[in-house]
C-alpha cells in the first residue's frame, strides 16, 4: 500500500513517514501543500495523509483541487480542533479528521480502515480457501498455521487479495508497493511471487502473462 | 435572624424610591393646595358674613341718623373736636339723605383741620332749638327718637338670620348702653371693646368663640356693635375641612396607585433589558438589546450596553483566535514530540536511530520554550503596567551589543550588518528594547537573501529617538502589511517554520514600542525590502 504524507513540519513529517514505512507501507512525502498536490494527480495512492495550514496550497484547497480528479482516501491531520474545522474538512472532501498530536498507531489504525473501505472490505480478515490474511496485525495463516512473509511480499499478498478476482497490472504493483525513492528492478516482482508461491503454494497467485497477477477468491 | 440590609432592601429599589418622593411630593402639593383652598374659602365666606353685618351696620347707622339728628347732638362730641372750630360752620341742617361721610372719624382725630360743611350741626345751636328739659337726658331721648322695633324687624331680614342669631348693642361715646336687643352673656360688653383701636379704624371685626362682632362707629361718637351667632358658618367651614382632607385623601390614593402603575410600565423594558443583558454570557455575547421598540432614554441605555457588548465581543474573539492560535502553535511542537517519542519506543533501534528522534525532540521542545517564552512577555507587556520603564537606557549602546551579536549569523548568510548610530538615551525597560531590536534584526536578516544587507540607524531628534532597521531582502507583500504586527501573523507560513519564527515576533514589538509610548511604522515593497521605523520619546 502506497500512501502520501504532506505536512510541512519536517520532523513531524520524518516520524510519520518512519512509522508507517515500518507498517509496511511505501510512503511518499511532501512539505508543500502545490507539490503535494502534484505528487497526488501523479499517482494512484492508497491514502493520504494532509495536513490543513500547508505553504504552497492549503490543505481544503489540495482537497478541492484532488477531488476534481480522484477519490483517493484522504486523511486529514491537523491541529485545529473544533467541531467547526473538522465539518469544514470533511465536507471538503477529507475522509477522516485526526487531531495533532496523534498516537502513530492509531494514524496507522485509521489509515488501515480508509484503504479497507475503499476497496469495499468489512473486516480486517480476508479469506481465500485455507489462507488467511489479517491487515490489521499484517500476519498471513495457512490452515491455521502462521505464514511468515517479508514486508514487501506481504504487501504484494495484501494488494492481490485485496482485489482478489481482479487483474494487477505489474504498474499497479510498483505504483501500490514501492514509493518513489524505491529504485528496485524490474523483476523483483517476479522475485517476490515466486516467494509467495513457495510458502503459500503454486495455485495462490495465477499468474497472466503480459498483464499481470490475479488471486481468484 | 432576619438580616437587616434584606428588611430595608427595598430602599435600594429606583421605583419605590420613585414612589416615595412622587408621594412625598404629592403629599406636599395637595395640603398646599387644600389649605389654600380652605383659606380662600373662609376669607370669602367671612367676607360675605362681614359684608351683610356691615350692610346691617349702615342700615342702624343711617336710621339713627335719619330719626335723631338733634340728640345726636347732644351725647358727647367726637374726641377732639373742638368747640370753636365746630361753631365756625354751621350749615344747618345737614343733609340727611346722605350718610355722613367716613372721614369725620378722621377729622375727629386732627384737630387742627377744619371740619367739612357736611359735618353734624353745632351743639350750641341744637341745645338753643330743643326744650330745656328733653336736654336733661340725652339718652332717654335718643333711645325714644329711634324707632328700634323698625330696626329690629328689618335687620335679621337684611341680614337673612333669624332674629335669635343677631344681637344689636349700641354704645354712647362714654359706654352706656344706648340700645340692646337680643343680647345674652356671650354678647359683647363695653369694657371687652378695644375702644383706642376703634378710635383708628372705621370698622372691627373680630371673633369670640362663635360669635363674630362687628363694630362701627354711629353718630356722635355713638358704638355700635353687631354681634352674630356664626355657628353655622364655622360648620360650614368645618364640613369643608373635612371634605378638603377627604378630597385630597382620595385624590393622593388615586394618584399613588396611577403613578404605581405608571412606573411599572415604565420599568418594563427595564426588566427586559435586565432579563436580556443576565441572559447574554461570554458563550452567548452575539446576542443584543432590541433598541429599535424602546423608549429614547432607555434605547441610550442599551445602545451603551450594545457598544460595550461590541467592544467585549470583539475582544473576547481576539482572546480565542490567540488561544487557537497559540494552541495550535503549541501543537505541532508536541505533536513532533509525541510522534518521535512513539516511533523510537515502538521497537529496538540502533543508537542513531535514537540520537536522530532525541534531535527531532530537542528541537520541538526548543521551539515550544521559545513560544511559552513569547507568549509569556507578551501577556506581560500590559500597556497598563507602565512602571515597568524605570531605567534610563542608553539606546546606542545597546544597538551596538545587538548588531556584535547578531553580526556572526548575518554573516552564515552572506549578508552585510551596517550600523549608523548616533548616541541616544530613552527612559524604558532595557530587556524590552533589546528585545525589539533583536526581533527586528532577526526578521531582517532572516528574511534576505545571500548578498543583501540590513542597516540599522539611531538618530536622536528633539522629540526623541528614531531607529530604523532597513534591508534589501524579500520584502512583505502589500496585502500581508496591514497584518504583520497581529498575534500569529504570517506573511509565509512556510519559511517562517522553517527558521523556527513563532508568528509573535513582530506583535512583541508592536507592544514594547506602545508601552514606551512610542510608535513603530513599516514600509516595504516585495522584492525590495522593508524599512521599520521606530520613534521613541526621549527621557527630556
Redesign the interface.
Known sequence: MRVLIVE?????L???A??LR?DGYAVDTS??GDEGIHKALSWDYDAIVLDW????LSGIDFLKRLRKVKATPVLLLT????VGDKVFGLDAGADDYLI??????ELSARIRALIRRTTGNATNLITISSIVIDTGSKTVSMEGQSVQLTAREYALVELLALHRGKLVSRTMIYDHIFDEDDDSLSNIVDVHVSHIRKKLGRDFIETRRGQGYIIHG | MVNPASLFGWTRSLRWRIQAWYAGILLVALSVFSVLLYWEAARSLWDEVDTDMLAGARIVEGTMRRLAPPILDSLAPGPGVRRDQQRRDPPFPPPMDRPPPRSNWRDGNNPGMIPPTRELPPRRVLQDRLPPHEALDPVSDFKAAIDWTAIERLLPGRLKREPNEVTLTVWSPDGETLFSKGTNERSLTWSQVDTANLKNVLVLRQMRGSIRDLLIRGPSNTTICFGLDVTRELNRMARFSAFLVAAALATFALAWLGGAWCLKRTLVPMAVMEKTASSIGADRLNERLQVDSMDTELAEVATAINGMLDRLQAGFERQREFT?DA??EL??P???????T??AL??ERPAEAYRA?LE?CH??AQRMNGLVDSLLTLSRLDPEKQNIITETVNLSHLCTEQVDYFRELAGKQQITLQSDLKPCTVLGDRGLLERLVSNLLINAITYNQEGGWVILALQQDSEGCTMTVTDNGNGIPAQDLPHIFERFYRV????S??SGGSGLGLAICDSVVRLHRGTISVDSKEHEGTKFTIHLPSVG
Open positions: 510541512d513540519e519536517p520532523d513531524l520524518g516520524s510519520l518512519e512509522s515500518e512539505l508543500r495550514m500547508l505553504p504552497g491541529a485545529r480542533d473544533t495533532k498530536p496523534c498516537s502513530l498507531r | 487557537a494552541s495550535h501543537r505541532t508536541l505533536a513532533i514530540l509525541l510522534s518521535s512513539e516511533l515502538s521497537k528522534e527531532k528541537r520541538a509565509d507560513k512556510a519559511r517554520r522553517m
